[in-house]
């Protein structure tokens, strides 16, 4: 529902809620090499998606120093769940984080980190977009 302030101009945009797109999900995402799902969640409102991945690391070690984090595919979104353009994003887990993209294709791309993706660390990535 819409939330009219003082000030604000009536258009078609606002006037349209998205409503009809409204939508969730807990399945579909797919775990690249080396990873495992834990959790997912995505919600769409009011023209707005919203992901929320947990994975887990299952392959060796991964160091920044080593260079072998950059363009490490991590994930791959559900259909009808990926973003109409590429999208910057940071991904975290308590002592490293870093960037990631999340791709039109719907992979999520770990691009840098600050520290190490040791065995079993997990892994999460939280973002949003406008629905497309």
Not at 41 to 70: E, L, P
Request: aromatic share 6%; net charge negative; with cysteine.
């Amino acid at each position: 529902m819409t939330q009219w302030l003082a000030g604000m101009r009536i258009t078609a945009d606002r006037l349209n809620d998205h409503s009809e797109y409204d939508d969730t999900t807990t399945t579909g995402l797919v775990a690249a090499t080396g990873f495992t799902v834990s959790a997912f969640s995505g919600k769409k409102r009011s023209g707005i998606t919203y992901v929320d991945v947990f994975v887990t690391r299952t392959g060796g070690d991964m160091t920044s120093s080593g260079g072998n984090i950059t363009d490490t595919q991590m994930c791959v979104l559900p259909v009808n769940w990926q973003p109409g353009e590429v999208i910057n994003g940071q991904w975290g887990q308590g002592l490293a984080d870093g960037e990631c993209t999340i791709n039109p294709d719907g992979t999520i791309v770990l691009r840098s980190a600050n520290g190490t993706i040791g065995n079993n660390t997990n892994l999460r990535v939280t973002s949003s977009w406008p629905t497309p």
